[in-house]
């Protein structure tokens, strides 16, 4: 056993000024006496103390090292400092899903009587999550349309806390205009919050646009192959301070096994985005041409109403698309049944191309009130276009598609 003085210097990586790509490999990682390559995995719930005063001193926080695992965990640790430098932000608190991420940044940051304006196009659950849940604790909610920024500066009040909005938005593709927004936030004194889940800092980097906060799904694109579930927020130390204590006190907290599944996912993170959105344009392009499709949601595509402002924002258009049959929920359905390849599945992120009916999956617990307001038709249909040959998933959607 080497003594641990040593594992300074040539043991570490060097990652001054690194790239990208260099930083999805290396960056968090800190190798131990062991002298391993690979990242380990710290399955552990508790840490020892050398006295009772150096226990008392870790829980107070006087002095700097591991508790419990509830919200410190070297694993998770190498994966939050890793994303953190993927994004450009100081911190990084991983949660248990994308979910709990949402929710951990609003208990963390708003109390009863507080305000929340929300883009109306967001994910079903997080629609549920802010009616069912937040509500209950008298946080104020207003919806909006994502695109209209008069609209976000008309709702704002007094009491409004928080900005929150997906972009590109699942399953629209819409494009919020970050930059404006964040100027808004910032005149109007309240938190940007921007769920990356789509983009992932591959393609689109929302605190370098003026965002406060980023959320993330880890569970998609970051893991690249449907294995685990977890989250993620990054920000300023500031903002993630707060996090990080509702993981101490409440515990929606990421497994160090699914953490490393993620350090690994990261490795990969840029080749498969380039991939994914290559795949997805040609698979869009193919869509717009066909006879049966009335409507094509692609941000890469120059038809996209938002295009120009996409590729201001984001380097490539993504894997995620939505598109629209004629005859309504009736042929939707029959596209989707006649795939034989792609997954029926309402998860996306994943190697493997998947299809889901948005209006009665991911967004099915929202009345059709709610549904209408955000856009969402049934005759809609998303795919989150994997790594196959584009070729045999245009031959997998030919087949239902033709038969309309």
């Not at 006496?33 to 150096?54: D, K, P, Q, W």
């Not at 500031?238 to 350090?263: D, H, K, Q």
């Not at 709610?370 to 998303?382: E, K, Y």
Request: with cysteine; glycine share 8%; proline share 3%.
């Amino acid at each position: 056993m080497k003594d641990f003085s040593e594992f300074n210097g040539r043991y570490q990586s060097d990652l001054t000024d690194a790239g990208f790509d260099t930083l999805a490999v290396r960056a968090g990682q800190v190798r131990t006496h062991e002298c391993e390559h690979s990242e380990a995995i710290f399955t552990t719930s508790s840490y020892v103390f050398n006295s009772a005063a150096e226990a008392a001193a870790r829980f107070s926080g006087e002095v700097p090292g591991n508790v419990y695992s509830r919200y410190m965990n070297p694993t998770v640790r190498t994966f939050e400092e890793r994303l953190a430098a993927l994004e450009g932000g100081e911190l990084c608190a991983a949660t248990a899903s994308g979910m709990a991420a949402i929710y951990s940044v609003c208990i963390a940051h708003m109390q009863a009587g507080d305000h929340l304006v929300s883009s109306r196009s967001v994910f079903g659950s997080t629609n549920i999550q802010f009616e069912r849940y937040l509500r209950k604790f008298n946080v104020d909610i207003t919806y909006v349309d994502l695109l209209d920024i008069d609209a976000w500066r008309a709702a704002i009040k007094d009491n409004t806390k928080m900005l929150f909005l997906e972009s590109p938005s699942n399953p629209l593709t819409e494009i919020a205009d970050i930059r404006a927004l964040a100027e808004l936030a910032k005149e109007t004194n309240t938190l940007l919050v921007v769920d990356n889940c789509f983009c992932t800092p591959a393609l689109q980097k929302p605190l370098a646009l003026g965002a406060d906060l980023v959320i993330h799904s880890a569970t998609k694109y970051i893991d690249g192959q449907g294995r685990c579930i977890g989250g993620a927020v990054v920000g300023s130390a500031e903002l993630i301070e707060p996090v990080v204590g509702v993981l101490r006190s409440v515990g929606p907290t990421m497994s160090p096994f699914n953490a490393w599944v993620f350090l690994k996912g990261l490795e990969t993170l840029g080749l498969r985005m380039k991939a994914h959105s290559e795949n997805a344009l040609a698979l869009a392009q193919w869509l717009e041409q066909h006879p049966k499709v009335t409507k094509v949601n692609y941000v890469g595509l120059p038809t996209h109403p938002q295009h120009e402002l996409a590729m201001s924002q984001q380097t490539l258009g993504g894997g995620v698309l939505s598109f629209e049959v004629a005859g309504g929920r009736e042929a939707a359905w029959k596209v989707i049944d006649a795939t034989r390849m792609i997954s029926i599945t309402a998860n996306l992120g994943d190697t493997k191309t998947t299809v889901t009916h948005p209006g009665t999956t991911t967004h099915g617990r929202l009345t059709d009130e709610q549904r209408d307001a955000a856009g969402i038709s049934q005759a809609l249909i998303r795919i989150a276009v994997g790594l196959e040959d584009v070729r045999d998933i245009i031959a997998d959607l030919a087949s239902g598609l033709d038969a309309l």
